[in-house]
């Protein structure tokens, strides 16, 4: 760390003074040949035969930094002076939810939009089969320039699009920094539901109510339902030393994948099947995990339609000895099963607002998808 804080002199004072950067810049194409090399394979395997998709999100955190880096890259310096944290996993579209453990597989993305600290990364994977590289997801990622104390904000290369398709992309970066911050302002944690929201609850609530009394305390479970409450799975990790990045906290990806693993398991249990994941949205990166950190786990059924699962996992430092807890990640995974799952019904307000909140991620994410025809369900 001592020899990080002598980099702060080559910090940039202005985004202007940064020269501008074109996408082909920070363009990395990045094998992972499972396929030709067996040895790897045990690493990626699961019990079912197919690839675990946790240790591909630890790939794709380390990409979208290396990506970063990549567009952020001086050749007049020897060591860049930034540390680049991950803030966001906008989006993970499965476009294929089968990864075979045998074959290669292909990462490539590159920069789509720059903030003035911030920068957004697009990254596909692709698997090679039957002679070709099919698609297998897409990624949005959000990355953050700090600086080398990673205690503020530090100024990040422009980004100059080539030509009017990347004039294209860079708009769409421009309408995903604008759609993330209406999603924000109207967090059910900032401000009330919709009527529509409202009335939905109202509808859920009297559905649960005991036609034999007249009173509101007396709950019943409808059929084929379960409560929210019986729809949780938590677990605990201590973050030792071998999980930490290159800034010295808990890599971004050990936390996703952990995250992911216990979302999974919830949904298994759940829906009582091998869910497929179908996506992933809004993982946010709130605060840094320190190493040592007693991290608590906890995931959520909390929306279900059809055969989908949408599953919320929550994570907070336990600080035994203040006995604070404080929110570090919050991650939204949609699951599909092969059946009709179980509704999952809320009993109290703060479940109702998370009842909402999965609701709304799923219609974002998997209505797009579900409207796709090239989301192939195999
Ligand atoms: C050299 C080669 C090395 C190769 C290494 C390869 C291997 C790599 C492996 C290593 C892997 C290492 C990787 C890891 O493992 S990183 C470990 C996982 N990530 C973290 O621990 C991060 C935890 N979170 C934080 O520290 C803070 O919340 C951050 C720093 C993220 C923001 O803090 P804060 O809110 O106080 O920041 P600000 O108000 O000053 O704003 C700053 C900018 O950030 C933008 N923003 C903020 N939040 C969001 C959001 N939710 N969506 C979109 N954008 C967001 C904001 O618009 C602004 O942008 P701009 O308007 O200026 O553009």
Request: charged share 25%; net charge neutral.
């Amino acid at each position: 760390m001592t020899e990080r804080v002598s980099l702060s002199s080559m910090l940039a004072r202005s985004q202007q003074d940064l020269p501008s950067r074109r996408m082909k810049d920070s363009y990395l194409e990045v094998f992972l040949p499972l396929g030709s090399e067996p040895q790897l394979r045990e690493k990626y395997l699961t019990f079912h035969n197919t690839v675990r998709f946790g240790r591909i999100l630890e790939d794709l955190d380390s990409l979208a930094v290396l990506i970063s880096y990549s567009h952020t890259y001086n050749p007049d310096l020897k060591r860049s002076p930034l540390s680049i944290v991950t803030a966001l996993v906008d989006k993970i579209d499965m476009r294929h939810h089968v990864i075979y453990p045998d074959c290669d597989i292909k990462f490539s993305g590159h920069v789509t939009w720059v903030g003035k600290t911030s920068i957004e990364a697009k990254m596909h994977m692709s698997q090679f089969r039957d002679g070709v590289f099919s698609p297998v997801l897409d990624a949005t990622f959000v990355m953050v320039a700090r600086d080398p104390e990673n205690k503020r904000a530090a100024f990040v290369n422009p980004i100059q699009p080539d030509g009017p398709d990347e004039e294209k992309i860079l708009q769409e970066g421009e309408a995903n920094k604008s759609r993330r911050v209406d999603l924000s302002t109207a967090s059910l944690l900032k401000v009330a539901p919709t009527d529509e929201e409202r009335k939905l609850i109202h509808s859920l609530f009297l559905h649960t109510l005991d036609s034999n009394t007249v009173s509101f305390r007396s709950r019943v479970l409808p059929p084929s339902s379960v409560w929210m409450e019986d729809a949780k799975l938590k677990g605990l990790e201590i973050c030792h030393p071998q999980e930490r990045n290159i800034f010295n906290r808990i890599f971004g990806g050990f936390l996703m994948r952990k995250a992911y693993e216990l979302g999974w398991a919830n949904a298994s249990s759940y829906g009582g099947c091998r869910p497929k994941l179908v996506a992933v949205d809004d993982i946010l990166f709130q605060k840094p995990v320190e190493i040592g950190s007693l991290l608590m786990l906890s995931s959520q059924v909390c929306y279900t339609q059809d055969h989908y699962i949408q599953v919320r996992v929550h994570s907070e430092v336990f600080d035994p000895l203040t006995r604070q807890h404080n929110t570090t990640n919050v991650f939204h995974f949609t699951f599909s099963s092969d059946q009709h799952v179980p509704n999952v019904v809320p009993k109290t307000y703060g479940e109702s607002m998370l009842y909402l909140d999965g609701k709304r991620h799923f219609n974002q994410t998997v209505a797009s998808i579900i409207n796709k025809d090239s989301y192939t369900q195999k």
